[in-house]
């Protein structure tokens, strides 16, 4: 069974870091682009940034280019968000999901999240 | 940067009843590359058609995809106790990858 478990959220200042985690399991990690994309409160859905396979191809939002850093260590099953200034509107659920083949494409599995609080 | 407006906000119907949303895009989605998503509370988003009209894995057939170009639907056969929930479209024909706002389905 594929399974993406998020990890790492918290409440943090503006202005503060703060670094995301997803371990994968139940499927071949090394071999798929993993994207991540977040949920304001009570909003829809807002995609943040893709990782190829190999990590030779990241793409970002616009908006967030700069701030939010995309990685994974394909030897750990893991995928990785830092996030740096963040601000208040960043505040929301954080989800991994499995794209199906490149980016860009559709996300056949998420992960259940993991909130992100950026309040003084 | 193509924009997805999903309508009705809200729709309200009983148990049996037939759904049908729609998604319009601000420009034509390559390919009809479009993916529909099911969101219950507290949960995260589940597939459930892909490349416009292709069901995912153990959805049921109740639901069907439709459209090309800008315009684009969502239609839920018989309306199961499951189905009352937030459904998003998707368009991954070029980035930066969009969603709709949403379209709710509830009891009435």
């Known amino acids: 069974e594929v399974q993406l478990v998020e990890s790492g959220g918290g409440l943090v200042k503006p202005g503060g870091s703060l670094r995301l985690s997803c371990a994968a399991s139940?499927?071949?990690?090394?071999?798929?682009?993993i994207n991540w994309v977040r949920q304001a409160p009570g909003k829809g859905l807002e995609w943040v940034a893709s990782?190829?396979?190999?990590?030779?191809?990241?793409y970002y939002a616009d908006s967030l280019r700069g701030r939010f850093t995309v990685s994974r260590d394909n030897a750990k099953n893991s995928l990785y968000l830092q996030m740096n200034s963040l601000r208040v509107e960043d505040t929301a659920i954080y989800y991994c999901?499995?794209?199906?083949?490149?980016?860009?494409?559709?996300?056949?599995?998420w992960g259940q999240g993991t909130l992100v609080t950026v309040s003084s | 940067e193509i924009v997805l407006t999903q309508s009705p906000g809200t729709l309200s119907l009983s148990l049996g009843e037939r759904a049908t949303f729609s998604c319009r895009a601000s420009?034509?989605?390559?390919?009809?590359?479009v993916a529909w998503y099911q969101q219950k509370p507290g949960q995260a988003p589940r597939l459930l058609i892909f490349?416009?009209?292709n069901r995912a894995t153990g959805i049921p057939d109740r639901f069907s995809g439709s459209g090309s170009g800008t315009d684009f639907t969502l239609t839920i056969g018989r309306l199961e106790p499951e189905d009352f929930a937030l459904y998003y479209c998707?368009?991954?024909?070029?980035?930066?990858?969009?969603f709709g706002g949403g379209t709710k389905v509830e009891i009435k």
């Open positions: 999901a499995r794209v199906r083949g490149s980016y860009p494409n559709y996300f056949d599995s």
């Open positions: 998707h368009q991954y024909g070029s980035s930066p990858l969009t």
């Open positions: 990782i190829s396979s190999s990590s030779a191809n990241i």
């Open positions: 420009q034509s989605v390559s390919r009809g590359y």
């Open positions: 490349d416009a009209s």
């Open positions: 139940g499927f071949i990690f090394s071999t798929y682009t």
